[in-house]
């Protein structure tokens, strides 16, 4: 047998590791993808761009769900596991505001899908969502979930930092912020990620998954963040459990 039979046996488990994967979580990006499988990450993203390129994996916004050849794996149309980005983009219209779901990985905050579009813009992640959950709401809402020791175990690891003139200025201020948000209730900022945006998220957990799904909306439009979370906690209340998780009857 030729020495790289057992190479190229690897790779294809490998790769079909990554589309169970991908299959399982609907919409997920190549790093958490890597973490969850225990495959390198140089070779995640080479196994991911030739998976994408034949048409098995679609690459949007830094994300990987399946493609439209998955399908003639199984001769059927796949289902449930592509739904979550679709009410992502349901809710983008809805709300009339760019969308993120956001969730708890291993005490890691991590993006991982969004809805945008040209006219809707999401934020620019000028540094990274997964280190400065204290400044966006989406992680706000997320650590909002976690009790007090929790809490300070992912800031000891990413402690608070002063990303605007308007971040919260230290870990005590922020613990007392997340222990005063009711259960359930949205959570916002305004320009403490970056200046000249607002956002809000809601809380959401499903089988145990620790997530949270926001909005960001311009400053110019900041009379519209509390009325429109309120919009999206009802959206989710109502259909978003039921039909993206399937979970209800």
Do not use: N
Not at 83 to 95: A, I, K, M, Q
Request: glycine share 8%; charged share 20%.
């Amino acid at each position: 047998m030729p020495p790289t039979a057992p190479t190229l046996i690897g790779s294809v488990r490998r790769a079909l590791l990554l589309l169970e994967t991908v299959a399982e979580h609907g919409e997920i990006t190549a790093k958490r993808l890597s973490r969850m499988t225990g495959i390198p990450l140089a070779t995640t993203y080479h196994l991911l761009r030739t998976l994408a390129h034949d048409g098995y994996l679609h690459h949007e916004h830094g994300a990987y769900r399946l493609g439209t050849s998955v399908p003639r794996l199984a001769g059927q149309r796949h289902g449930p596991a592509t739904r979550l980005p679709d009410w992502l983009r349901v809710l983008r219209d809805e709300l009339t505001a760019p969308v993120y779901y956001g969730v708890l990985d291993g005490g890691e905050v991590e993006l991982v899908a969004y809805a945008d579009s040209p006219d809707l813009p999401a934020i620019e992640e000028w540094t990274p969502f997964a280190t400065s959950a204290h400044a966006h709401a989406v992680g706000q809402c997320l650590l909002a979930q976690l009790d007090a020791d929790a809490r300070r175990g992912y800031l000891a690891h990413h402690p608070v930092t002063r990303l605007t003139p308007r971040t919260v200025r230290d870990e005590e201020a922020l613990m007392r912020r997340l222990a005063a948000v009711r259960r359930g209730a949205p959570v916002h900022e305004i320009e403490e990620y970056v200046l000249g945006t607002v956002c809000a998220a809601v809380p959401l957990t499903v089988g145990g998954v620790v997530s949270a799904v926001g909005f960001s909306l311009p400053l110019a439009e900041r009379s519209r963040l509390r009325p429109t979370a309120r919009l999206l906690r009802q959206r989710l209340e109502r259909t978003l459990v039921a039909q993206a998780f399937a979970v209800m009857p």
